[in-house]
């Protein structure tokens, strides 16, 4: 069947697709989100079809095309195309079979991932495949694959040293900056640790966008491979590389409901892990209200599977469960978190004592992993690694080597506009909510305006007298500062006893 | 904020969207699927967001709007409109309570189907709402809010008649075409059956399909009613009308995987038959290879679960568990079902007694449960009613009031190509596979060249000498035999003992 082509003059950026009238797919039999090949000369393109009610959109006799298929083909605006049905991708059969609840193969695996990472799968059934990995579960070998399938499908970044560390967060707590100040500890141990990090999907700051403060993240492969053989550790931002892809596809259609398939995640993480070849992986999962995990019993399930599925994986990978409950750290938004990381390294006094506990206690716990420091002496190693500077050197180092653009705590700017909430008793502070927090900072203007946010005084249990300052709030605007002041009315944001 | 329209030139068809320039969206911490409000003047569109991230989709400062959208506001390319973030549609939320497992309220469903019937829910969200009803089991109670709420957010046959009759069969059988025998019995017996039937999607003819090619299908709702109330009975398409419309949006997220979720499917069936105000409702359940319901365990469960929901709407529901095993009538294809449906009631020798039967059992069902025939008796008086003229006098009447095309089995005229397929050897035949049937009919053009198809001159059990032939093929073209033919050499569709 001939047609020609109109230019949709369209780039969909994911699945390619092709635009038929409603007519002549009733003529062909064609259904929307059938499969049919366009060929032209000698390129051919697999595409889903969609279907055009209106002839203004694609009129009879025509076929709509997006730019990545016009790319491919190299066709243009009327050229001629045949189009010949074609079946639909295998991993469709699979989806609906774990649908069923039925256990999949490795095979079978391995083609779903390879049909998201090539954008085979149209939206519709990526999300069943989501929806089978959320309502039914995913077996302990099931998830195995998923992760090797999610690694194979995309680059790896192969280093020749071992160890190679990693380490991960289950996110959901305001500050919480660990990673900023573990790879220079690890690194200055002589531990190779080419750590990717993510920018803030909901929260008000990610590592990317906080390391960002000081310098790029943005970095190829190629150039983090030799920033870390030369100086063994990097923090560049994942999502600029092409390490196991599928995750990002998994999540766009995961945010719309907000739900998170633990198999795949869990596969997502480690997939992550296991494309940098890290060979020892520490995960923390804070728990805590308001946190992505809120109860033990989920975080101890979590755990298990975590070192069940590394183990599978011949990874060593060990858990830890934390305090979740209140924010770690005084700063919250990229510019201030970025401070408290300095800060510390500094050996300023203004430095959060909470941040570098809980920062030394997951480095002394790797270096313990890997050997490099006896049971129990990992923390007072990790300490003296960056009380004696070893770690800041270590860290100046990292950003230079990423494009320095801040590497002291004194030339970070705030953003203009502040006010100081202060508390309206005297007494203890009981409660500090970690949405509450996450929302106030992001309507100030965190992470997009990286200078605001907001900085902590006080943390659960401190006493404060009435009056007295518990956090001010810094934003680029006034609109956002008021906008900031009526949202704390309505939330529950602190609690004093 | 301000955008500048770029109309996309694209009518949707569905949900509302408009599309942002990734730049754009990252500003202002809006994500794809996040809901925006769109105003021009006073008029506002609530719309769900798509991401472009290549300007020459939609450039920065721009924002993508569809027709719908565009023709909602009053506005066009170029013009100034503002956006402001607007809340995701309630039903999110309950999509996600059912994914969990959880029961939903009457309010919840309602909202669902209120969402889903004015396009405010995207694919993804849709696709999550059959996954979890695909996945979680509805209560029975859920189920009947579900049919309700479908029922209300569409249009309502009103007709001051009683009883008011339909029936409705679990399809997959090719031929099958008894609505258009039992609704002539019944309107000639004095009762109202204002039937309403679908199209194929994937069989070789619906009854719409064959009914069209007697007179037209695409009858309004008010001369629907016209009809029935003069001459009782009317076999009109129901793709054509607002009849709970929810289903065919349900029914397009379910055709890439090709599932049906059960409680979906139950209060899908029984809106159509709500929405015309049925007071007595069959329903026939064939079960067999290639059937819709392959096992008899399955089969008896649907039947209980119809008839408990038909208790809870209030309407005598009764299920028939008919053999699916073979097709029935010997036409397979719009016009040879529709001379077959002729053939009966012209009482010519070549009416397939097959179908003759079991839609006097079916007629005559109907005649017993609504008291027009005393138990047991109803066949006998459906048989009466045909013997005598006087259903095939309501058909033509039926015929006559949609716009008679035909009238007479001799006026049907069959595609111009044919061939016949012969016995391989003499012995009796032990099995006629529905899926090899349907697909050959498909292939030979139908249901989309009504004038082909096959027609069978065995059926199950009947003996065939070597040589002897056992169906026709009838095709358009020549390629299309021939692909038929390839096709037979590959399915298994006769077996001869």
Request: include cysteine; charge should be positive.
């Amino acid at each position: 069947m001939k047609f020609k082509v109109k230019d949709m003059n369209i780039a969909t950026g994911s699945v390619l697709v092709a635009v038929m009238n409603e007519k002549d797919a009733f003529k062909l039999d064609i259904h929307s989100k059938d499969r049919v090949k366009i060929i032209k000369g000698k390129k051919i393109e697999t595409v889903v079809v969609d279907i055009a009610e209106s002839c203004k959109t694609v009129p009879q006799g025509r076929i709509g095309l997006f730019e990545e298929v016009l790319d491919s083909l190299k066709a243009k605006n009327n050229d001629t195309i045949r189009m010949i049905p074609a079946r639909k991708p295998l991993s469709i059969d699979s989806i609906k079979k774990k649908l069923d609840g039925k256990d999949l193969t490795k095979e079978e695996i391995n083609q779903i991932v390879w049909d998201i990472v090539h954008n085979k799968l149209d939206s519709i059934e990526l999300t069943y495949f989501v929806a089978a990995g959320y309502t039914k579960s995913f077996s302990m070998k099931e998830t195995k694959w998923l992760t090797e399938a999610m690694v194979s499908h995309g680059d790896i970044l192969k280093i020749s040293k071992h160890p190679i560390i990693d380490k991960h967060c289950i996110g959901g707590i305001p500050g919480n900056r660990t990673t900023m100040v573990i790879v220079p500890i690890l690194a200055a141990a002589g531990l190779a640790i080419p750590k990717t990090s993510s920018r803030s999907i909901t929260s008000p700051a990610g590592t990317a966008d906080t390391m960002e403060v000081l310098c790029d993240i943005c970095v190829p492969l190629k150039k983090m491979k030799a920033i870390v053989k030369k100086i063994n550790g990097c923090i560049v931002w994942g999502g600029a590389m092409n390490l196991a892809p599928a995750d990002d596809k998994i999540i766009k259609v995961e945010y719309p409901l907000g739900i998170d398939a633990e198999s795949q995640l869990l596969a997502s993480i480690m997939a992550k892990k296991l494309s940098v070849s890290s060979t020892h992986i520490l995960i923390d999962i804070p728990v805590g209200k308001g946190a992505k995990v809120e109860s033990m019993r989920e975080a101890k399930k979590l755990k298990h599977d975590f070192e069940k599925l590394g183990n599978l994986l011949g990874r060593r990978v060990k858990v830890i469960i934390t305090d979740g409950s209140q924010p770690i750290g005084n700063g919250i938004g990229p510019a201030l978190e970025a401070r408290d990381v300095l800060w510390l390294f500094e050996n300023d006094s203004r430095a959060p004592q909470d941040l570098k506990k809980k920062s030394l206690i997951m480095a002394g716990t790797i270096l313990e992993m890997v050997g490099e420091a006896p049971p129990l002496l990992g923390y007072r190693k990790a300490k003296k690694i960056v009380e004696s500077g070893l770690a800041y050197k270590k860290l100046i180092q990292i950003i230079k080597a990423q494009g320095a653009r801040i590497t002291s705590s004194k030339r970070i700017k705030l953003a203009k506009f502040s006010f100081d909430f202060t508390a309206k008793k005297t007494g203890i502070i009981s409660k500090i909510n970690n949405k509450s927090i996450s929302k106030i900072a992001r309507i100030a203007g965190a992470p997009i305006n990286s200078s605001s946010g907001m900085y902590l005084y006080k943390h659960v249990g401190d006493k404060v007298k009435k009056g007295e300052r518990i956090f001010t709030v810094y934003a680029e605007s006034k609109d956002k500062i008021e906008y900031a002041k009526d949202t704390l009315k309505k939330v529950d944001g602190i609690k004093i006893i």
